[in-house]
């Protein structure tokens, strides 16, 4: 096997279990790995800290154990049945009114580099590293093993996250199975999955305990779903028993998602409409009829270099929000870049709020759910921030 040959003392961070080597730290690789092998990691003085994915990049490792073992099948099959657990010990999964969850979130698992969310009977499986892609039929078999009697579909959707210059020629399809049955169920809530075509795996499933939240706040209220997608707050905010609920997304594909997913749910209900149209421009031409919005925006900022305007593209949101909301509003207002860090959204939606000059208190500080947990080492992970607020 490959070795890589750290400089003196760049074990520090490894040995607080951090999962990455930055090819800073290298001083040299015995051997010529190709990207995606699995690379012993030495220290200096050539003791063992840990084996993982070599990759070209600033991230040149990324761990898959401290310990000296072997990744094979047990490996695949041990992690998976760990990260299995911990979401049955949750109550996301082996629930009867919820069948769709994440069940890997990369180094929240200790497996950097993977994604699997789970949706009924079919698991999308997203690579987001070479060396994941290279194993894709290892985890899978794993998968399908450790998940026996529960997934009988595994979908592999990597076209989009894996680095572009691996040219891997990759595709997506199935590995296992292939039903077209695409119906799954978030908190007793139907939906179609469009786990062929959609965003990310098909569906935000991170959303799921903040849209829970929203239910509770929807009694009676005029409600605003921006940035809709799939229309998962919406047809909370209907459960909820809002008096109305716009959805809104410049996707004409996910307004077709949002009134499907709606008509599952609540056929022929009035109290629903979906526009495609602009975020901005549609904040611009609205009254000031609603008193909850929800602001979820794609991220504004994917890299370090974009955070000043990203910053400026949630203040400039928000700002529009504490215009137009009602007196006794509430307003759920997320971001769920990485590189935008909790201060600065904060920061952000307090410039807004002082700009209208209302009164705002925040009601709850939110974040990504138990399924998608952040590895205690790579605060890195945490990624989802949302505030509730109750503007006057
Ligand atoms: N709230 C959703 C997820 C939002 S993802 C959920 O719970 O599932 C972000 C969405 O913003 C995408 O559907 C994308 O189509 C939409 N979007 C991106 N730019 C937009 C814009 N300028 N105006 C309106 N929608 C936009």
Not at 18 to 25: E, I, N, T
Not at 55 to 84: K, T
Request: charged share 25%; glycine share 8%.
């Amino acid at each position: 096997m490959n070795i890589v040959y750290l400089k003196k003392g760049k074990e520090e961070s490894l040995k607080r279990f951090h999962p990455w080597v930055f090819s800073g730290a290298i001083h040299h690789i015995e051997g010529e790995p190709e990207e995606g092998e699995v690379v012993r990691v030495v220290t200096a003085d050539r003791q063992f800290i840990a084996i993982g994915h070599y990759q070209i990049g600033s991230i040149a490792v990324r761990v898959l154990s401290f310990v000296d073992e072997p990744i094979d099948e047990a490996f695949w099959h041990c992690r998976l049945a760990i990260a299995y657990d911990m979401r049955r010990a949750i109550g996301v999964a082996g629930n009867p009114r919820n069948n769709t969850y994440r069940l890997v979130h990369g180094e929240g698992d200790n497996l950097p580099g993977l994604v699997i969310d789970v949706y009924g009977r079919t698991a999308v499986v997203q690579a987001h590293s070479v060396g994941m892609h290279v194993y894709r039929h290892e985890v899978a078999r794993a998968l399908a093993d450790v998940m026996k009697g529960v997934v009988e579909n595994i979908y592999y959707k990597s076209e989009t996250t894996l680095p572009f210059k691996a040219d891997l020629g990759q595709e997506n399809g199935f590995i296992l199975g292939g039903s077209a049955d695409n119906v799954a169920m978030e908190n007793g809530l139907n939906f179609h999955v469009d786990w062929l075509k959609g965003q990310k795996t098909g569906f935000f499933v991170d959303q799921r305990e903040n849209r829970a939240l929203l239910e509770r706040y929807s009694k009676d209220r005029s409600v605003l779903n921006m940035f809709c997608y799939t229309g998962g707050f919406s047809f909370y905010a209907m459960r909820g028993g809002a008096k109305l609920v716009h959805s809104v997304d410049s996707s004409a594909k996910a307004i077709d998602l949002t009134n499907k997913n709606v008509e599952l749910n609540f056929p022929g209900d009035p109290r629903h409409t979906a526009y495609a149209e602009d975020a901005f421009k549609y904040l611009d031409r609205m009254g000031d009829q609603y008193d909850l919005i929800i602001l979820d925006p794609p991220a504004f900022a994917k890299h370090k270099d974009a955070l000043r305007n990203a910053l400026q593209g949630y203040r400039k949101l928000n700002a529009k929000a504490f215009e137009k909301i009602k007196p006794g509003g509430i307003l759920f207002t997320f971001s769920c870049s990485q590189v935008v860090t909790k201060d600065n959204f904060r920061t952000a939606v307090f410039t807004a709020a002082a700009m209208s000059g209302r009164s705002v208190r925040i009601l709850h500080q939110l974040t990504q759910p138990a399924d998608h947990p952040v590895n205690i080492y790579h605060p890195e992970g945490e990624y989802l921030k949302g505030l509730v607020l109750y503007v006057e």
